[in-house]
């Protein structure tokens, strides 16, 4: 990710301060699974820094696809033991490839050894979306209910516990917790001839994509599912942001109200640039 400094040379401060250091931990989200480095939001992050700031920013990657808060959360998945095991054994095998482990806490564990005795500036950190699985989310059997207490169980306490890591380690650094989107959207509403349409999305992810389809061949229950989907989509999204926000605020309180070291960013991922079940 180069510096903003390239196409903007006048925006750097000319007395030359020494560089910020950005340390970034998190899932696919936060690591910019299929992104190119220059499209990547922390990478514009980092940018949007060094304009603001006319000082050069350092990143340090530590996210990556497939990452979870806890280990201890592929323990309630439907692999249950087995899988935990497998997952144990797998190392770096790139940050593209949808893998457990390292854990998020890992990841801020390595960082804190390996960027010992810098001082760390920001933190960017997202989490908890794979502790709770994926697969749930796209369950259409599952319930409001069930995806509310799901979400709280996995999104609360895990990442108020994950803050106070971060914390403990780089007590000066700005973190800065990410949401996330509604994983499928009933479509882009559109007004045609006085009717309300829901036009398709043009998200290409193919795994996503496969799944809606196949979904789709089975007439009899296509509708149905797929308004389940909606629901549960709109449910993850509102009841992550509300549990998410309420861990920073709770984070906050106990680092020191004043300081407001830690802050939530609510991602706006409009239903056009969506996954749809139209």
Not at 38 to 66: I, N, S
Not at 85 to 92: A, G, I, M, R, S
Not at 114 to 141: E, Q, S, Y
């Amino acid at each position: 990710c180069h510096s903003a400094f390239k196409e903007n040379p006048k925006a750097k401060d000319s007395t030359n301060p020494p560089s910020l250091v950005m340390a970034v931990f998190g899932d696919s989200i936060m690591w910019g699974q299929g992104l190119r480095e220059r499209d990547k939001f922390w990478c514009r992050a980092k940018q949007w820094l060094e304009l603001k700031t006319g000082r050069e920013v350092e990143p340090y990657m530590y996210a990556h696809a497939g990452a979870v808060i806890d280990e201890k959360s592929l323990l309630t998945q439907e692999s249950g033991k087995d899988h935990y095991e497998l997952v144990l054994k797998v190392d770096e095998i790139g940050e593209e490839v949808n893998v457990s482990f390292p854990t998020i806490n890992e990841q801020v564990q390595t960082a804190a050894d390996k960027l010992k005795g810098k001082k760390v500036d920001f933190v960017l950190v997202d989490g908890c979306i794979n502790d709770l699985n994926f697969r749930t989310l796209m369950n259409a059997g599952n319930t409001k209910t069930g995806i509310d207490g799901a979400t709280t169980n996995f999104c609360g306490k895990p990442m108020l516990d994950l803050l106070r890591h971060i914390n403990k380690n780089f007590p000066s650094a700005f973190i800065i917790v990410t949401g996330y989107y509604p994983l499928v959207y009933k479509g882009l509403p559109v007004e045609k001839d006085g009717k309300v349409e829901f036009k398709k999305g043009t998200a290409k992810n193919q795994l996503t994509r496969l799944l809606l389809r196949q979904l789709g061949k089975n007439v009899a229950v296509s509708k149905k599912t797929f308004e389940n989907l909606d629901e549960l989509s709109r449910t993850w999204h509102e009841a992550s942001n509300k549990i998410l926000k309420s861990a920073v605020d709770d984070a906050n309180l106990e680092f020191g109200e004043h300081k407001k070291l830690v802050h939530f960013a609510e991602l706006h991922f409009p239903p056009e640039y969506g996954f749809s079940t139209k």
